[in-house]
């Protein structure tokens, strides 16, 4: 599903280099749940976001399903989000002036479809995470674990092949983060949605198909 | 897109409530502005109905006040020394009610029916050559108007536009001061000045010997100012008198303007800066806002927007709130005309309430394009964790 090959990551400023990420070579393959452990700094982020296509490799390639997508326009690297990606974060990234149920429905803003459809995508993403009779409130009226799964709703309201999330349980108490684990496990084994989630959480980490270690920019295990 | 902008704007109302506000009042300000401007160029723009390069004009000193045997042999002999003077076409005589001086005389009548109300301006049968007033009906005084029984008067075309619409009125009797022939319509004859509307006028003739004290001279074209000395040196022999005052009427025509365009320059000025603060409060604003609004932009981007979409959204939010702002603003200002709340002409409004909407959308969209454009260059990765 997803290649990476050689992956490097380096921020340069005028006196500094830093390489965030060294040589990353990773399968994905379809329908996996992967996660990935490291302490603080050691690239995890970056690694999610070059998965994402949030961030540009400064040297390798990555392949999703076949295709080498290191020659994508900008709005080809858009629209491979959209339809592809499902992106959920450890600060949730709610926009706090809109519904649940607008918030659920922002990926489909970008796709040519019906308000209408809209709506009942997003509803039935709401439903399936158990916030159907939330759809009105705003994110301010929410719980954390709430807030998740309304990401979560939003994340999936498009039908993407691959979730990407960073730290999803990271601000969440263990009763949350469990619950929310077990939305993502369930999308995984029913829908077959590849996974690749960065976690500090070892106990997260061991419920997943494979876990990988990061340290320093590099793959240690 | 435009319905979610909608949601998104109504859910904070609030903080969008005062930039529709400013939007609105700079509107207000810039409609009141754009009408007194148009309105007033809109006279300007009218022609005055005579000439005034190559007039001279000679503001006699107290000839009126001396006996008038006398004075009536002192104006004889200068329109006969003027006369002589080749550089000078045509004279004409005049009261004290003169192109540009300030002067008028207000008469009204309500014997005819309705209350007509005039300015009345006595001439000589040589104004119209020297003015080179313009006869669109009827004829000019000649000098047996003199000694007519029943005065005749030449009348503008506004004078016939308000009193007697879509009338030939040319040999027709009214009432104003007694009973009245008009003989003739003129299409203007401004002579208060360029800012000044199109008042009823009427002229009535005088014998250019009684009660004058001013003349008005036709001049040959390109004569040189250096006549003027000769010129007063005459006039000054046959009067007896030093204190005249020769004047050029186009000089006069720009002195007598320049107060009101001073006024305009100074309201379009303050305008200018006022749309200035406006575009620049604008700028800090929605700059202010992306900057605030960096994690949204960098979710909108992870979510699947382009930079075309990003830049589009914060455009549509801003041509929203400013669409809402000029509604409200034209919903004010159109009652102007549609309760007639002044005489003066609906078109005046209607246009200062077409060119303040182009100039307000011109100017947020300005503001609006670079914050937006920068909003949409900042990068996914580095916005979602500033948050």
Not at chain 2, 199 to 225: C, D, E, R, W
Not at chain 2, 372 to 386: D, F, R, W
Request: aromatic share 8%.
């Amino acid at each position: 599903m997803i290649k990476l090959k050689n992956i490097k990551k380096v921020y340069r400023t005028k006196t500094i280099e830093t390489t965030a990420l060294n040589d990353i070579d990773l399968h994905v393959p379809k329908g996996e749940f992967l996660s990935i452990m490291g302490p603080s700094g050691c690239g995890k982020s970056t690694l999610l976001n070059i998965i994402g296509l949030l961030d540009a490799p400064s040297d390798g390639n990555i392949l999703v399903a076949g295709k080498s997508i290191k020659n994508y326009a900008s709005k080809e690297t858009s629209r491979f989000r959209n339809e592809k990606l499902g992106f959920i974060f450890q600060s949730f990234h709610l926009i706090p002036d809109l519904s649940v149920l607008d918030n659920v429905e922002l990926p489909l803003l970008y796709r040519s479809i019906s308000s209408k459809e809209r709506r009942t995508l997003a509803e039935e993403a709401l439903a399936s995470v158990g916030l159907a009779n939330r759809k009105s409130h705003f994110p301010s009226q929410l719980s954390g674990g709430q807030k998740q799964r309304v990401a979560i709703a939003r994340a999936i309201v498009g039908n993407p092949e691959i979730i990407l999330a960073d730290e999803p349980t990271g601000n969440l108490d263990s009763v949350m983060g469990d619950e929310i684990m077990g939305i993502l496990t369930k999308l995984n084994k029913e829908e077959g949605t590849t996974i690749v989630m960065v976690t500090h959480d070892e106990r997260m980490a061991k419920k997943t198909d494979r876990l990988i270690r990061l340290y320093d920019g590099s793959q240690v295990a | 897109m435009i319905k979610h902008v909608l949601k998104l704007l109504w859910n904070k109302k609030a903080s969008n409530a005062l930039m529709i506000l400013e939007i609105f009042l700079s509107f207000i300000v810039l409609f009141f502005v754009l009408s007194y401007v148009f309105f007033n160029l809109g006279k300007v723009n009218q022609p005055l109905g005579f000439e005034t390069i190559d007039i001279w004009k000679i503001q006699l000193d107290g000839v009126e006040q001396r006996d008038s045997l006398e004075a009536v042999t002192t104006l004889q002999n200068l329109k006969t020394e003027l006369l002589s003077m080749e550089e000078i076409e045509a004279v004409s005589f005049t009261e004290s009610i003169v192109p540009f001086q300030n002067s008028q005389w207000r008469t009204g009548s309500a014997d005819n029916g309705f209350q007509m109300t005039t300015l009345l301006v006595p001439v000589d049968e040589d104004l119209k050559k020297v003015m080179g007033l313009n006869i669109t009906e009827g004829r000019w005084f000649n000098e047996d108007d003199l000694n007519s029984s029943m005065k005749p008067l030449i009348v503008n075309q506004e004078f016939i536009d308000r009193y007697y619409p879509n009338k030939s009125m040319v040999d027709s009797t009214f009432i104003l001061n007694g009973d009245r022939k008009i003989i003739g319509v003129i299409d203007q004859y401004r002579y208060i000045g360029e800012f000044e509307e199109n008042h009823p006028t009427v002229l009535s003739i005088a014998p250019y010997f009684q009660n004058m004290s001013a003349v008005l001279l036709k001049m040959k074209g390109n004569t040189p100012t250096a006549f003027e000395e000769k010129l007063s040196q005459r006039i000054a022999n046959t009067t007896k008198s030093t204190g005249n005052v020769i004047v050029d009427l186009e000089k006069e025509r720009i002195e007598n303007s320049r107060e009101s365009w001073v006024l305009i320059i100074a309201l379009l000025a303050i305008c200018g800066f006022l749309c200035l603060n406006v575009a620049l409060g604008l700028f800090g604003v929605l700059w202010y806002n992306i900057n605030k609004r960096k994690a949204e932009i960098g979710l909108r981007q992870a979510l699947g927007a382009n930079g075309f979409d990003i830049t589009k959204q914060f455009i549509l939010e801003i041509l929203v709130l400013t669409g809402i702002a000029i509604l409200i603003a034209i919903f004010f200002t159109i009652q102007i005309p549609l309760l007639k709340v002044t005489e003066y002409p609906n078109s005046l409004f209607y246009k200062s309430i077409g060119f303040s909407t182009l100039i307000i959308l011109i100017l947020v969209t300005i503001c609006a394009l670079f914050p937006s454009v920068q909003a949409a260059k900042i990068t996914p990765a580095n916005s979602l964790h500033e948050d």
